[in-house]
């Protein structure tokens, strides 16, 4: 996503929006896209956030709110704008397009479900291949440290180990 907005939408570089491109771009097109179902649309959608974003600066002041819940809303309503004008010409958006939400049935927003994705992501690769494996093991899916050494091949001291010393660095990590 980053290579494809490179600097700001006018000459000259632009920090607040180089610094909205680094922050919030990967989280907003995981979101846009698991809304869609459609990487290229999601760009397209992620970008013209920015570009928003960009022309409404005074409104992005985290006293007063979420800077990425902000920007999160504009892209799923650009998101559902883009799917009722696809539905309303008869075209689809994605592959696995789903329908619009039927009236008076509520669909929770999953915004925090993609945004904590990212975020576990982003710690998990500060760990080794073998931490990794035993945190998604014992951590993500719930095995026992028994279940997750017979599934990895290695002793539960081992496992107790590893997810020791792993869940310090995550610690860490998150408080840095």
Known sequence: MTAMITSSPVAGPDPLFDALVAEHSRA???????????????EDIVQETLIRAWRHAGVLDAAKGSVRGWLLTVARNLAIDRIRSASSRHESVGADHRPEPLPGKVHP??????VAKQVTDELLRHLSPEHRDVIRYTCLNGLTARETALALGIPVGTVKSRRHYALSVLRRKIAA
């Open 109 to 114: 927003d999953h915004a925090d479900d993609v």
């Open 28 to 42: 907003m097109l995981a979101y846009v896209e698991s809304v869609i179902n459609d990487h290229h649309l999601a």
